[in-house]
């Protein structure tokens, strides 16, 4: 096996670690987590904000990918969005699973404002797994791909997206409804 710098990892080192952490690859494996961890750190501090949290979770996905490297397909997404999808999905869990255990009063909705449609979330899981991601993404315009991106990996909301890149609240909704659409349509072909 090749010498992998544990910074600055290419996305083909990526993806060579992780092939080779599910055929078994200890040595692997603790490359690609000295490689790939401060980026899914990041991506686990940005949703969840609690630095104690974020390391929880973090050891949690390095738990799965080593059970579940298996499941990696590199013709369907790169090993850094898999990482990352991945992390990025349990701190959400973990986020939910707090405000679930904060609610002591159930809230009944009702019928007229349950939303059964699915999500930007499942939408972008649900294609990482069925579906070439990555392929798809590039077909977005280089900006809104970026926004995508960034609203994804990093958790960010509506209005730090806007602020980054300095374009009115208004239209970057309307930029990433457009474009979680353009994917939705480009993941069902």
């Known amino acids: ?30 490359r690609l987590y000295k490689a790939t961890s401060p980026r899914l750190y990041a991506v686990c501090l940005r949703v969840l904000t609690q630095r104690s949290e974020a390391e929880d979770v973090l050891q949690e996905v390095y738990t799965n990918v080593w059970r579940k490297a298996v499941q990696f397909d590199p013709g369907k997404a790169g090993a850094l969005t898999w990482l990352s999808m991945l992390a990025r999905n349990r701190a959400i869990d973990r986020l939910r699973a707090g405000r679930n255990e904060r609610q002591s009063v159930p809230i009944d909705l009702g019928p007229e404002l349950i939303d059964d449609t699915p999500g930007a979330e499942q939408l972008a899981d649900a294609a990482l797994q069925a579906h070439g991601l990555d392929v798809c993404l590039e077909e977005l315009e280089p900006q809104r791909r970026t926004l995508i991106r960034t609203a994804f990996f990093e958790g960010c909301t509506y209005e730090e997206l806007a602020t980054r890149s300095q374009t009115p609240l208004g239209t970057v909704k309307s930029w990433i409804r457009r474009s979680l659409a353009k994917l939705k349509a480009c993941l069902e072909r």
């Open 1 to 30: 096996m090749a010498d992998f710098p544990e910074r600055d990892i290419l996305a083909d080192d990526a993806d060579q670690l992780l092939l080779a952490t599910a055929r078994g690859d200890h040595l692997a494996f603790e």
